[in-house]
């Protein structure tokens, strides 16, 4: 998928070849430090398939195998690849309209974009969910690095420092830092301030994260959207979304949870348990009424 800006996406489709072949796409994004291989990606993948979608898993430009075609690294505000993705799926032939479902960042990524778009032509585009999304970066970066939060945390953190060596080595002459010093970084917020500020144009990590949250374009969207969110979300606290959805229009459906944890709602360990959860039962009834 060839970016305007230069270079280009990948992404791992499964067509469904038995008729009929014209069927809805579930556009799948992935979160913060992950990739078309995260497990909760490929999990929903299998999902959407097994009922009956197209599914492609999304790699946002630096991510997974876009990395050698990237010509920077993604960030939360950078809607340009879900829109570049939207564009090339609708003209295969297989495809009848798409659906976007965002997890965590992913999330976020989709619900900026369907504020950006506010009552605009959707074209192929039908319907949206984001899951366990952030709207507002400051204070979910302040979460993150709470103490209850540090197992996840550093494991967001490795994964981005992973990300960003990759990048320097794969396009040594883009990479707008020294990624010797990226083991030094000890939290998301350095590293955003020492990578992706930079490279995006951002002032600091706290000018990216009030120029790009979500949370102010909620009041704008006009898609059909459905927002799935626990109340004991650990990354993403309840009262830093629900803050943003006190004048949300019609048009995004919210659906909250006592408990879930982030990107959880397992109900068990069997295969059907861990493939089907919750959260992708409640977007699958959605999008089947609105794609």
């Not at 495809?95 to 965590?104: D, F, T």
């Not at 967001?156 to 794969?170: C, P």
């Not at 040594?172 to 490279?199: C, F, K, N, S, W």
């Amino acid at each position: 998928m060839a970016l305007p800006s230069g270079g280009a996406l990948h992404a791992h489709a499964w067509w469904h070849e038995s008729a009929p072949r014209r069927r809805p796409v579930a556009l799948l994004v992935h979160g913060v430090g992950g990739s078309s291989a995260s497990r909760y990606l490929v999990r929903a993948a299998v999902s959407m398939y097994r009922a009956g979608w197209h599914a492609v898993r999304l790699d946002l430009r630096g991510a997974g195998a876009s990395i050698s075609d990237a010509p920077a690294l993604y960030h939360a505000g950078l809607t340009e690849d879900l829109r570049v993705a939207i564009d090339c799926i609708s003209k295969y032939e297989q495809a009848n309209g798409v659906a976007l479902i965002g997890v965590s960042l992913g999330g976020h990524v989709v619900l900026r974009l369907a504020g950006e778009l506010g009552d605009r032509d959707t074209g192929a585009l039908r319907a949206a969910v984001s899951v366990s999304a952030p709207l507002d970066l400051t204070k979910v970066t302040r979460a993150i690095e709470r103490l209850r939060s540090l197992p996840y945390h550093r494991y967001v953190l490795r994964n981005l420092v992973r990300q960003g060596a990759a990048f320097a080595r794969a396009h040594p002459h883009r990479a707008q830092y020294d990624a010797r010093t990226l083991e030094r970084l000890r939290t998301i917020r350095q590293y955003d301030g020492h990578v992706i500020a930079p490279m995006h144009g951002f002032a600091s990590a706290e000018d990216y994260y009030a120029r790009v949250s979500a949370g102010p374009l909620v009041e704008a969207i006009r898609l059909p959207v459905l927002l799935i969110h626990a109340e004991d979300d650990p990354m993403v606290p309840a009262s830093t979304v629900r803050a943003w959805l006190t004048h949300a229009p019609p048009s995004v459906e919210q659906a909250w949870t006592e408990r879930g944890g982030h990107v959880g709602w397992f109900a068990g360990m069997t295969e059907s348990r861990w493939v089907d959860t919750w959260w992708l039962a409640r977007a699958r009834a959605f999008l089947a009424d609105r794609v």
